[in-house]
């Protein structure tokens, strides 16, 4: 039998996300959790990142996971077997989650005992990126199969976000991906995004992954 | 100089989407017109598998390409290589095209010299899927390296789709991908989608594919 909660998420009703999400942030500051908001398109590796990033940091944090999908459960059951805490929520057809959904989740979830709260959004490069979820930092990944011109075309995300991580790097040597001139493209865009390299199934570059993000969970916890 | 136009798009007036569709097709039909309406995930392989289909059918039919895009126009540049009539289109931050949109591009690209057009959609799972663009066929790719489990997440996609490309079947051996159980999630979800495994890039499948879209066009333009 699962141990996780399958929630439905309502869609909000609030007229100004940004002060919902201004709000959200001020709350949970005063709980002392940390939200990490990441995003990708579908199947780039969010959900596998996770259990690594949870792997390396689930010692030190009390954790709770925040599995958003159309429809499905297949993540919080992946997630469920980290050992931490998970709920899975529905959007119904929703493209995106702001932060009145959000705020649904973690009450769904429940973070008086959490230290470092994740909300995994729905796969997509375009809606979620419109949206301030309340969430301390914003993470994306992009994987090598899907290429290195994807800054080009989906600007906003890049944009908007604090970390990139390049996932699965162990098939670099099949696909044409120029991690140079990719860089490159993001910078331009985000002078300040975070880039790390990574190989989620192998664990490769998942320490200075996990280095950074528990810098910004103690400097935002105390 | 490049030889293709960059057409901003404008959100469309109609409140009754699939009545504009409807009609659109209807039009179309009386121009001897095919559209097809192509969907997938970002880095899916959308332009490389519409590159290897143009090179299968350009002797045989009057082909005309709308490249969807948020911004740039990396996409219509890649497709005026192959010689046939390509027109950008900018959503400007929209996630999806509708048929009022798609009616915009087909009159700014022009279709009365056109036999087959087709509409490269935004890189999405989610949003296009929601609206009848007054294609006479939708299809869509999922990539290998995405994975078997993405009919279960996106499954408005996999239901309103009457093809399926399983594309970038060269890196099989590298990724946990099961053909098998694909092909079952998707036909749970939609019995009738036609699936063709296919790798764009070196041309394998493209000829069971491109069989498939001729009998269509044929059928379409009589």
């Known amino acids: 039998m699962e141990g996780y909660r399958i ?9 100004n996300n940004d002060r919902e999400a201004d709000l959200l942030r001020e709350e949970l500051k005063g709980n002392k959790t ?3 908001n990441l995003m990708s398109s ?4 969010k959900t596998t990142t996770l259990k690594a990033t949870i792997a390396a940091l689930k010692d030190e944090f009390r954790i709770g996971v925040m599995e958003a999908d159309i ?4 993540d919080a059951a992946t997630i469920e077997q980290t050992g931490v805490k998970v709920i899975q929520l529905h959007t119904g057809g929703m493209c995106h989650l702001d932060a009145g959904m959000t705020r649904q989740g ?3 979830m429940g973070v008086e005992d959490v230290d470092f709260a994740i909300l995994e959004n729905i796969g997509n490069l375009v809606c979620p990126a419109e949206f301030d979820t309340g969430a301390v930092k914003n993470a994306m990944i992009l994987s090598v199969p899907e290429g290195h011109d994807k800054p080009l075309k989906y600007p906003l995300m890049f944009s908007i976000c604090d970390v990139l991580l390049i996932n699965k790097i162990d098939v670099l040597p099949y696909f044409d991906f120029d991690m140079a001139a990719c ?3 993001v910078h331009k865009l985000n002078p300040k995004m975070q880039i790390f390299p990574i190989c989620a199934r192998t664990g490769e570059g998942i320490e200075a992954w996990t280095d950074w993000l ?9």
């Not at 929630?7 to 007229?15: D, G, H, R, T």
């Open 7 to 15: 929630l439905e998420i309502k869609q909000s009703v609030f007229e």
């Open 34 to 36: 940390f939200l990490l």
């Open 42 to 45: 579908p199947g780039s590796g």
């Open 71 to 74: 429809d499905s459960d297949v």
């Open 106 to 108: 973690l009450e769904g």
């Open 183 to 185: 860089e490159r493209y």
């Open 214 to 222: 528990r810098a910004q969970i103690r400097d935002w916890i105390g």
